[in-house]
């Protein structure tokens, strides 16, 4: 692994003291509720009312986050249903493509969201790669319980009642049929971000046409499976995220044991959910140079 050397790489989260980061990501993760947060919070910044503040202060703001806007005439935005495996339901994507005369085709790459659904992040995300030439398709795993709920706070108590073995075979379902839509040239990438980095690197276990895969901070997939990756990889980790790092070495050791073709970069300084741009632990400098190179890979990649 390649590590930056912090150097303008620190985020307003610095303002923050590490105890309350830390935190919040067990929060954002389901390993306490709200209730403990602010409860453990208030120790470290002066009471009940300073942990909510907090709290308010470190959710998403998707409105100060937004870097296309949704309506975007450069953009052609639509929906697809996707059967998923088994006859269990459909599972709904968000498909932004550039706007250009019919025929055109793109390759395709899958956006796979945090544990919180297709929240407007993660569709804005997924404008920002048609601007670059591709077709973005960004499943919602939230389909079945009628979609991304309009609240971070629901949408996290929600995707922890799914079956995340479901969620599994529902993206790679969509990938599947991803190649098939309307602008698809066939060509197919993935990029994933916290529990989306670990759908990244499962679909590059189980997609062997799969050209690239970007996990951002997310888990390796099972470790038996790493031989069958033929996708170059790209692999994003913050710094300061020693929850999510703790699994590297591990999963490094069998991508180079298995021979597979990949980078990975940890940001000094940076946090998990660095790229978020909606929140304080967005890290503009890491976030600026991991993107750059993750369309560069793309581009090398897809064509």
């Not at 935190?23 to 993760?29: E, K, N, S």
């Not at 250009?100 to 929240?119: C, D, F, Q, S, T």
């Not at 079945?144 to 996290?156: I, N």
């Not at 590297?248 to 970069?265: F, N, S, T, V």
């Amino acid at each position: 692994m390649d590590k930056e050397d912090g150097k303008g790489l620190a985020s307003s989260a610095a303002s923050y003291p590490r105890a309350v980061l830390d935190l919040f990501d067990a929060y954002v993760h389901g390993a306490i509720d709200r209730r403990g947060f602010l409860q453990q919070c208030a120790l470290y910044v002066g009471g009940t009312a300073a942990a909510t503040a907090t709290l308010t202060a470190l959710s998403p703001d998707f409105a100060r986050g937004q870097v296309v806007k949704p309506d975007d005439q450069r953009l052609a935005i639509s929906h697809v249903d996707i059967p998923s495996p088994q006859g269990h339901g459909r599972i709904r994507a968000y498909v932004a493509r550039p706007a250009a005369k019919p025929g055109k085709a793109w390759p395709v790459i899958i956006v796979a969201h945090e544990n919180r659904g297709l929240n407007p992040h993660i569709e804005d995300i997924a404008r920002r790669l048609a601007l670059d030439g591709f077709l973005a398709v960004a499943p919602d795993a939230l389909t079945t319980l009628g979609g991304y709920p309009g609240d971070e706070d629901k949408a996290r108590a929600a995707f922890a009642t799914l079956d995340r073995a479901k969620i599994g075979e529902d993206f790679v379902a969509a990938a599947t049929h991803a190649r098939t839509v309307e602008g698809s040239n066939g060509a197919l990438g993935a990029v994933g971000f916290c529990f989306g980095g670990g759908i990244a690197n499962l679909l590059a276990t189980r997609l062997p046409d799969l050209r690239a895969a970007v996990p951002f901070y997310g888990s390796p997939p099972p470790l038996a499976d790493v031989p069958k990756i033929k996708a170059e990889l790209l692999i994003h980790y913050g710094g300061n995220d020693e929850r999510t790092n703790a699994r590297w070495p591990d999963y490094e050791a069998a991508l180079k044991q298995a021979g597979i073709r990949y980078q990975a970069y940890i940001y000094d300084g940076a946090e998990h959910g660095f790229n978020n741009d909606t929140t304080p632990r967005f890290d503009k400098a890491a976030a600026d140079l991991a993107w750059s190179r993750t369309l560069a890979l793309f581009k090398r990649t897809l064509g």
